[in-house]
């Protein structure tokens, strides 16, 4: 009887102990499926984020300090709070006498005079009346469509009255009158046309099944395959040329900045219409010289494209850590913070309303990023030798500190543990900026070349041949530098349209030095035209 309770309570022992086992194996899983749903559920929350959210990566405003170096030396979001408070949101200076003249000033003006008919006469006792002055009653802005006009060239033939008539002058001579050049042979394409199609296109984003549209509204029924061709042909002719010279300027700067983004192109040779390709943009840095910004189409992101296109290159490259740029020979890598802090800001958590939970490592890491920018805000208007030397005094202790921060961060959290690693993995290249004061401590400028190219895409969707694909890097390269220059891209690609048909540069490269987007040679209409403005104007603090 005893051993039959001794066996029964084994058994009972060994069940307890095979629940517990499996109690804790269904916990552990329990702890993993609500990890998981926090970390999808923080993924959803930053996905709405990102696209229904406010697009400013700008740090809110919110209670507290982060002490990240002791009491005595804080990154402080409270001192930023106090600053901003000082600016009254949404708010403008009072209309004063005169903003509208000013606004219209470089607009040609007509004036509509109303006068009385001839046979008008006194209300009271019909005596003809005097006229005795005039009053301005109002202004208004008159909006004047487009119209087409044909231009046909008829060239005169001239001959000589004497010569053919006597002994002396046998023979007869014929001078026929010069005639421009045109921009496409047998074509009813102009540089007026070219320019407009081109300008629509890759300044506005208008694609050009919607610019048929509008041409044939004005009475042409000028398809979308015709405007490819002639921009395509007009890009190989006349904007190649420009394009290479830019580019031999480009590889004489010491400091270069690049990213990707990519591209799809239909009729590639032995790909799938849905591949996807790239266009790289290379620029140089504000402090190197005049803007230079070029794209480049490829079929892959291999980094042999960039080693190809900087090849002679010799310096800092400012990019992401994508990998290809290793690379690229002779050059310093110097990455990019502007990159890294939204690697942190992903990290951040968010509550239930989307708004950030303070406190996080992901807040803290973010504020290291803040410390660095804010403190490059106050060296904006220093020559580079001061910019280093306040660099390597206030900016390297900030940096030890981060970096001796990441290394004791210990997370489960995917999104964390990507910027940590990030951070470890670059060490060295986020540090280079402090080799030179010219070099920038994001990669911003070149978002900020490459966000055209993207609007663009999203209304064209495609290239349809590779040959459009290679156009629209070098109408890109030609416009984002014109406008970078402070040039008017349609009157600036007017005036190459219409002069360097006329031009043998292939035997003289040195011709289009004067057509380059940064040449004093240029005419002023090709300058952007600026509104003008008052002495407070420029001083507002908010805005309507």
Avoid at 346 to 356: N, V, W
């Amino acid at each position: 009887m005893q051993a039959n309770l001794e066996q029964e309570l084994l058994g009972l022992r060994e069940l307890e102990k095979k629940l517990r086992q499996d109690n804790e194996i269904k916990q552990k899983r329990i702890e993993a499926l609500e990890r998981n749903v926090e970390a999808l559920t923080q993924a959803l929350m930053q996905a709405a984020k990102q696209r229904f959210g406010s697009s400013s990566e700008k740090t809110p405003l919110g209670n507290g300090q982060l002490y990240l170096f002791g009491e005595d030396a804080v990154i402080s979001l409270e001192e930023e709070k106090i600053e901003k408070q000082t600016i009254r949101a949404h708010s403008r200076l009072k209309r004063k006498n005169g903003d509208k003249e000013r606004l219209i000033a470089d607009i040609p003006l007509e004036v509509v005079e109303c006068v009385l008919n001839e046979d008008d006469n006194c209300d009271v006792c019909s005596s003809p009346l005097q006229f005795i002055g005039k009053k301005t009653v109002r202004t208004e802005l008159e909006y004047i469509p487009a119209r087409l006009k044909a231009s046909q060239y008829m060239r005169y033939i001239y001959k000589c009255s004497t010569c053919g008539t006597t002994d002396a002058y046998p023979d007869a001579v014929i001078k026929k009158a010069p005639v421009p050049a045109p921009v496409m042979p047998r074509s009813l394409a102009s540089p007026t046309t070219v320019s407009w199609i081109m300008y629509q296109k890759y300044a506005m984003a208008v694609p050009l099944y919607r610019q048929e549209k509008e041409w044939l509204r004005m009475g042409l029924a000028l398809t979308r395959s015709n405007m490819s061709n002639w921009v395509i042909q007009c890009t190989s002719s006349w904007l190649k040329p420009i394009y290479n010279r830019m580019h031999e300027k480009l590889l004489t700067y010491d400091i270069i900045m690049s990213d990707e983004t990519t591209m799809q192109c239909n009729k590639e040779k032995g790909r799938k219409a849905s591949s996807t390709s790239y266009l790289w943009l290379h620029r140089n840095g504000e402090s190197t010289g005049p803007p230079v910004i070029l794209f480049e189409y490829t079929q892959t992101r291999s980094g042999e494209n960039a080693k190809q296109f900087l090849n002679g290159f010799s310096g800092y490259l400012v990019s992401d850590a994508y990998a290809g740029y290793e690379k690229v020979e002779n050059i310093t890598r110097c990455l990019c913070w502007a990159h890294l802090r939204r690697y942190y800001l992903e990290a951040i958590p968010l509550d239930g309303s989307k708004k950030e939970i303070p406190g996080s490592a992901g807040a803290i890491g973010r504020a290291y990023c803040d410390k660095l920018f804010k403190l490059e805000r106050q060296w904006k208007y220093l020559s580079p030798k001061e910019r280093k030397q306040k660099r390597l005094e206030q900016s390297i202790p900030v940096l030890n500190a981060f970096f001796a921060w990441a290394e004791k961060v210990y997370t489960n959290q995917e999104p964390l543990k990507k910027a940590i690693k990030y951070t470890l993995n670059h060490k060295e290249y986020f540090t280079n900026f402090l080799l030179d004061g010219r070099i920038p401590l994001s990669n911003n400028l070149s978002e900020n070349s490459i966000r055209s190219v993207a609007i663009a895409r999203k209304n064209y969707l495609f290239s349809d041949t590779p040959q459009g694909a290679e156009a629209n890097a070098l109408v890109f390269s030609i416009i984002e530098t014109a406008v970078a220059n402070g040039l008017d891209p349609y009157e600036y690609l007017v005036y190459i349209f219409k002069n360097l048909p006329n031009l043998d540069f292939y035997n003289r490269l040195e011709i289009l030095d004067d057509y380059l987007p940064w040449s004093d040679k240029l005419p002023d209409i090709c300058r952007e035209k600026k509104t003008r403005k008052g002495p407070e104007e420029g001083k507002q603090t908010g805005c309507a």
